[in-house]
């Protein structure tokens, strides 16, 4: 994972969320606060999932909260939440979901390199169990970036 684009105020462990939107927003949030996305994109997320359904829940348990570039990414950025307690997006295999990893590319370029390299270091099991187990975004920084470091990431 591009520890660049990853701030330790990017990272929130267990929260809690009412459901998947809420959890979305929240996510979203952090790339709004940082100045990766503007507020239109969450809102271009939530609308895209109740219109083309859970796209985002990628595998079990994790989401990948997106949007197209145009709909108001800035530049390139990464959140991470857990949450407490797993909330549904009505994805028939992959519910419910415990982590979300937001992200934003600021053209169609970034956003398929962004998208590759979440992919690739979420694809490998113990990375997502060691993000449902931290206990601090600190924690989190240093394993993505010592695991980069180590070029543990590739699939």
């Given at each position: ?14 929260m809690?969320?009412?459901?998947w ?13 940082a ?8 809102e271009?997320?939530?609308e ?90 600190l ?15 590739a699939?």
């Amino acid at each position: 994972m591009q520890d660049r684009y990853l701030r330790e105020e990017n990272i929130r462990l267990n929260m809690q969320a009412r459901d998947w939107e809420d959890a979305v927003r929240q996510s979203g949030k952090l790339l709004v606060e940082a100045g990766y996305a503007g507020e239109e994109y969450v809102e271009a997320i939530i609308e895209m999932v109740k219109k083309d359904g859970p796209y985002i829940v990628i595998s079990q348990g994790l989401a990948l909260p997106h949007a197209r570039p145009e709909e108001g990414a800035r530049k390139e950025g990464i959140s991470i939440i857990t949450l407490k307690e797993p909330v549904y997006f009505g994805h028939p295999d992959n519910d419910p979901v415990d982590v979300l990893v937001a992200f934003t590319g600021s053209d169609g370029d970034s956003h398929l390199e962004m998208l590759q390299d979440l992919a690739g270091f979420l694809n490998r099991k113990e990375n997502l169990e060691f993000l449902r187990r931290a206990e601090s975004s600190l924690e989190v920084i240093d394993y993505i970036k010592n695991n980069r470091e180590k070029g543990v990431e590739a699939n």
